[in-house]
Each structure stands twice: as C-alpha cells, then as structure tokens.
C-alpha cells in the first residue's frame, strides 16, 4: 500500500511550456486534492474531485486543468507555464467527505523561468 | 470564505511546553484540523475537533471553541524532532450544508525547539 504518490519529485519548466503533475492513491479513496504551497505559506486548493469523472475548481485555479478517469488518478495539467506557477504542489485523498484525515503525497517541487 | 489566522513562529525549549493558537472565521464549520510538515516534506495529520473541548494524543492535545472561532494546539515534553510547521485548518460546509471535505489552511506557524 504506497498510498498518495506523486511525479515528479522536481521540475524545472521555461514560460510558456506546459507539463502535467501526476498522483496516483491506492486506497480506493473518492476524493482528491490538488494544493499548491508557497515559501513560507498554508496551502491553497487548486482543484478538487469527489470521484471519477466529476472534478471542481478550489480557491486558485487559474492555469491549471485537471481530469479524473479513474479512482485512482488525478492528474493536474499546467498549460502555459509562468512564473507566479513556481511552487511546490502536494495532492491529498480521503475516502469520504466525512473521513479524516486528508492524506498528502510527497510533493512536486516545480520552478518556472 | 474563511479566514484563518495563526501566530507565523514560535520559540520553545527541549522539554517544555507550548500552545500554538489559530482563529478562524468560517460561514460553515465542520472541523478544525492540525497538520505538522517539516521542511521540504508532506503534511502530516495530528489531530481533528469538530465538537467544542478538548483532544488528547498521547504528548499532543488540540482544543476547541466554536463560539469563539478558536482553537490551539498543545504539545508537551518538546523534543528536538517537534521543530516542524503546524498547520491549522478548516473544513467547511457549503450553502447546501454538505461538505467536500474541502480544507482552508492557514500560513503555518514555524515552530523552533532549543536543546
């Protein structure tokens, strides 16, 4: 059971390019989460999903795009890379909106110049 | 919306105590939660409150007061591994009364341990 996973670990983007973060959780969970953090901040939702196919937007969405075709996968997609995008980016899942507690992936850690 | 407000660093010494407040203003509540994340790692749950009082895990406790928008988390017998951010945040319920489960987070507050 390798819970939330997350790839890449790092990524270094140029403005402009465009890329797509990818979590995987195995724990059958219906929920998932995309947060960006950045220096010395909370998190912020980007995106939310409360199950395969069904996906809504969280406090700063803009320039992002996500899709859920399956349980397990919540890919989020960066379009057009820009600088203010220079953030670590954590994905989380929980099994109902009544479970706690949200369970965090490693983080990608993604710099844009 | 939501607004969370937390004291941005702390202070302590090995072996002590201390209390790492958060208010919050929220047109829901449904549950207050406390997250440590060491630098450059995840987060990582430590406790939940959705009912006012107080809860305790094992050297951890987190307390509670809906009427007062208030919460704050107590850690004892500090040990060098504690120096770490402590998450407070917030799961709302939305107009139509259910949740998503959805979390406001406040900045962190960076808490430092001194041998």
């Known amino acids: 059971n390798a819970g939330v996973t997350q790839t890449p670990k790092f990524r270094i983007l140029k403005i402009g390019q465009s890329m797509t973060l990818q979590c995987t959780q195995d724990?059958?969970?219906?929920?998932m989460y995309w947060y960006r953090q950045d220096p010395g901040m909370g998190l912020k939702l980007i995106y939310y999903?409360?199950?395969?196919?069904?996906?809504d937007k969280g406090e700063v969405p803009n320039g992002y795009n996500v899709s859920r075709s399956t349980t397990e996968d919540f890919p989020l997609r960066l379009e057009l890379a820009a600088p203010s995008q220079t953030s670590v980016y954590f994905c989380?899942?929980?099994?109902?909106?009544?479970?706690?507690?949200?369970?965090f992936g490693p983080g990608t850690r993604l710099t844009v110049l | 919306g939501q607004n969370i407000d937390q004291p941005t660093e702390m202070t302590a010494t090995e072996g002590a105590i201390v209390q790492i407040n958060c208010t919050y203003q929220?047109?829901?509540?449904?549950?207050l939660f406390w997250y440590q994340q060491h630098a450059g790692e995840a987060p990582t749950f430590l406790s939940y409150?959705?009912?006012?009082g107080l809860e305790e895990k094992g050297r951890f406790s987190s307390f509670l007061s809906r009427s007062k928008g208030y919460s704050y988390l107590l850690l004892k017998e500090l040990q060098m591994k504690d120096s770490a951010s402590y998450l407070c945040?917030?799961?709302?319920?939305?107009?139509?009364?259910?949740?998503?489960?959805?979390?406001?987070f406040g900045q962190g507050t960076i808490l430092t341990v001194h041998p």
């Open positions: 724990m059958n969970h219906n929920y």
């Open positions: 989380a899942s929980s099994y109902s909106r009544q479970t706690v507690p949200q369970y």
């Open positions: 409150n959705v009912l006012d």
């Open positions: 929220t047109s829901g509540f449904n549950g």
């Open positions: 999903s409360v199950g395969a196919g069904i996906t």
């Open positions: 945040a917030v799961r709302d319920r939305n107009a139509g009364g259910t949740s998503y489960g959805k979390l406001t």
